[in-house]
DNA sequence: CATGAATGTTCTATATATAGAACGATTGAA
DNA sequence: TTCAATCGTTCTATATATAGAACATTCATG
């Protein structure tokens, strides 16, 4: 014997309506009918109809084959966040915020911070000739991406030591102490990129 | 009468076996039993067993419930990918893929292409005088990112048109066709950055 | 006004996702 | 050895997700 209980579970409820939404959305903005999209996924119309008023509880498959016929991925139709914010942004230089090495020798441009995505961000960075930057843990599996335009650099992480030169990315963890050194004989030019875990995955 | 055909279609078929190694994966790390996580999430044991095996068809529900447990989304289960990628990278100049715009006048070189991390990727991009680069429309709701590091750059979209010159950044929306332009007289040079719709979302 | 071809909705029958129980395998302690 | 506990698997019954058909509505065009 099997006994079940209904679950409208809040949080699962609210990932079903938004879920509908962005299938009728995504649905209409490429002027689609029910039944053609129906036709181009393999999904009964009458499914869609239901998953957009989120009066049923689809399938993975049934997801999978919605949105490859829309064009995303599961991950992005479910993650889409429908704030539309057709915004423009032009920052000024005086508008980015720049920080110093304690040695005066490094700058780092923080160009990339962007309020409504917090776990991406990205710096312009510029150091002379032995110019060290020492930088503290950041959050919990946070990665660090450095990709040298001009120079020569060293990069410290916990006991490793590697060297970049122009044209190479060097990529690593960086929820240790670190540091970025310029090992050249002229000042080294570089574009660094930090991509927070949570994107990721809320650690072990 | 219905008559209903099994689906195995192969895309799914993948998309439900890295679902299945990705539970696995989690629920380990955590050490936790089918048991204990059955307790956690309200989702039966058996359908756990199933579902890390590949043998099941999940509800967004279950998904719903069990990623929960775990400590995250379903799109973050779902967009997982792989396996715990290197601690290190190293890429060398010829590893980076160098795209041309069609008059051979811009360059653009993919520095930043993660496997695990689809929805961020970024590039060094340079430009001789009167160089012109042309996008199609990038997938729905990306924001594209250009830093001007050196020169001076046009920027296209639908029919807004915007100047960028060194020090400046500017962020537009990217699902329609742009171009970018350099309007000066020496060689630009600009970072930029695009991050997919996929990851406009609030809390981890 | 018809009449048809679209649209989205509700109905109905079946395949199947799911919960719970029963099972077998492994471990550890008395 | 026993016994008990705990693991993952497999079985079974039911709730339900799904496909397809029937239905309802709009909107053309004659």
């Given at each position: 014997?099997?006994?079940?209980?209904?679950?409208?579970?809040?949080?699962?409820?609210?990932?079903g309506?938004k879920?509908?939404k962005?299938?009728?959305?995504?649905?209409?903005?490429?002027?689609?009918?029910?039944?053609?999209?129906?036709?181009?996924?393999?999904?009964a119309?009458?499914?869609?109809?239901?998953i957009?008023?989120?009066?049923?509880?689809p399938?993975?498959?049934?997801?999978?084959?919605?949105?490859?016929?829309?064009?995303?991925?599961?991950?992005?139709?479910?993650?889409?966040?429908?704030?539309?914010?057709?915004?423009?942004?032009?920052s000024?230089?005086?508008?980015?915020?720049?920080?110093?090495?304690?040695?005066?020798?490094?700058?780092?441009?923080?160009?990339g911070f962007?309020?409504?995505?917090?776990?991406?961000?990205w710096?312009?960075?510029?150091?002379?000739?032995?110019?060290?930057?020492?930088?503290?843990?950041?959050?919990?599996g946070?990665?660090?991406?450095?990709?040298?335009?001009t120079?020569?650099l060293?990069v410290?992480?916990?006991?490793?030591?590697?060297?970049v030169?122009?044209?190479e990315?060097?990529?690593?963890?960086?929820?240790?102490?670190?540091?970025i050194?310029?090992i050249?004989?002229?000042?080294?030019?570089?574009?660094?990129?930090?991509?927070?875990?949570?994107?990721?995955?809320?650690?072990?």
């Open positions: 014997m099997a006994r079940q209980k209904r679950t409208p579970c809040p949080e699962t409820d609210a990932l309506a879920l509908g962005t299938i009728l959305r995504l649905r209409t903005a490429d002027r689609l009918s029910l039944g053609d999209l129906s036709g181009m996924s393999g999904v119309k009458s499914m869609i109809s239901q957009e008023k989120n009066e049923t509880n399938t993975l498959a049934t997801l999978s084959r919605l949105s490859q016929a829309l064009g995303t991925s599961v991950e992005a139709v479910l993650g889409a966040n429908e704030e539309q914010t057709a915004l423009v942004e032009h000024q230089p005086q508008d980015i915020p720049v920080l110093h090495s304690e040695d005066g020798l490094c700058k780092l441009r923080i160009i962007i309020d409504t995505v917090q776990w991406v961000q710096y312009d960075f510029t150091a002379e000739p032995n110019g060290i930057l020492e930088s503290s843990a950041h959050p919990n946070s990665i660090e991406n450095l990709s040298v335009l120079g020569k060293e410290s992480v916990n006991n490793d030591v590697w060297q030169k122009a044209g990315t060097l990529r690593y963890h960086a929820d240790f102490d670190h540091s050194r310029n050249g004989d002229i000042t080294a030019h570089a574009t660094m990129v930090n991509i927070l875990a949570a994107s990721i995955r809320p650690q072990s």
